[in-house]
């Protein structure tokens, strides 16, 4: 493992854990700028393999921290790391259809690039609520 791939492991553990700072105590409204502009329905994008040592850090990190990160601050800390590096990417928060809803679990956000699930794929059919696409 080199010193470029530590350090994006090391950025992506520090952005993981603000992330859920974030989500746990300040109100949505402040930190969704920063996760790119609102769009009705995300623009198709160019794949790129200069997300793959980004996605392999941020799934490392996920692994090493000893705490449970959720969906959304993970496709939060990736969508940061992706915006950082001009790399095209969406994140979609999304909503199981109202006759299936009963937990917190009923919510759900991934980010993809280039038609492909980065990370967040689920089999379940949730209904997007919001898409915050970046580097177009």
Do not use: N
Not at 87 to 113: F, K, N, Q
């Amino acid at each position: 493992m080199g010193w470029r791939h530590r350090l994006l492991v090391a950025e992506a553990i520090a952005l993981l854990l603000t992330a859920r700072l974030l989500v746990a105590l300040v109100p949505f409204r402040y930190w969704r700028p920063s996760l790119g502009r609102i769009v009705a329905a995300p623009q198709a994008m160019a794949g790129t393999e200069a997300s793959l040592p980004v996605l392999r850090a941020h799934r490392q990190a996920v692994k090493r921290l000893p705490i449970t990160v959720k969906c959304l601050p993970q496709a939060m800390a990736l969508q940061w790391m992706l915006r950082r590096r001009a790399l095209a990417s969406v994140l979609t928060i999304a909503t199981l259809p109202r006759a299936g809803r009963s937990t917190l679990d009923d919510l759900h956000a991934w980010v993809s690039s280039a038609g492909g699930v980065l990370v967040g794929e689920s089999a379940l059919p949730y209904v997007p609520v919001l898409h915050l696409q970046s580097g177009d």
